[in-house]
């Protein structure tokens, strides 16, 4: 008999979360590109090609929780009832912060994973290309929330400005964390004066 597909899922998702868990360890130990895919298989204990299967590039095993991002926020904008979608992405971004959802918390291990990145120009080259496409990923689910044509101008200012204002309190936040100060304050302050910058642009729109 078959593994039900629920089970076949989770054992698919476990071994991606495993070759991941893998291959950051050995870039932040190693450095990125001092590690090859072939490495992260034989650690891993699967085949190359494997880990081709769920990573198309050598960068994706870096950056894997686009998806997730995405996700979120297209659930909470489903859900969103009759608040605002901007409104709705800020709820979720504050939730999310006050919870410590991994995206969001501070430790020693996303200092080694960022300073991994910024020591490699292929990954923050890619790390620039996913800020884009989350940008631009955001706005389309924006402008379909509020019933909008796209591209609408107005989302993708809305898009831009909140995406500018995570990346500046995260990295705000683990200017903080690194300094021995408590991170979440840092990156709530952060957030919520770019939200308020947002807002401010946003208004006389259905967005807000």
């Known amino acids: 008999m078959s593994n039900p597909p629920g089970l076949r899922d989770r054992k698919k998702e476990a071994t991606r979360q495993a070759i991941s868990n893998v291959a950051t360890r050995l870039f932040i130990e190693h450095g990125f590109d001092n590690v090859s895919v072939a490495d992260v298989a034989r650690e891993a ?14 960068e994706d095993l870096v950056f894997d929780r686009e998806e997730e991002t995405r996700a979120l926020v297209r659930e909470a904008l489903a859900d969103r009832g009759g608040c ?17 959802h991994p995206l969001f918390r501070i430790t020693e291990r996303p200092i080694r994973f960022w300073r ?4 490699s120009p292929a990954l923050t080259a890619r ?20 019933g909008r044509p796209r591209p609408d101008p107005c989302a993708g200012l809305a898009a831009t400005m909140l995406m500018g204002t995570l990346v500046t309190a995260y990295r705000e936040a683990l200017r ?4 021995g100060q408590t991170p979440e304050p840092a990156f709530s302050n952060v957030m919520e004066r770019g939200f308020v910058g947002v807002d401010a642009a946003l208004a006389g729109t259905p967005y807000v």
């Open 45 to 58: 204990d699967v085949a190359r090609k494997t880990v081709f299967n769920y990573f198309p590039r050598k």
């Open 84 to 100: 605002p979608p901007v409104r709705t992405f800020q709820a979720l971004m504050r939730t999310l912060l006050a919870e410590q």
């Open 116 to 119: 991994a990145v910024a020591e």
């Open 127 to 146: 790390a620039c290309e996913l800020q884009v496409a989350l940008a631009d990923d955001l706005a389309a689910m924006l402008a379909e929330a509020a």
């Open 176 to 179: 903080a964390f690194s300094q």
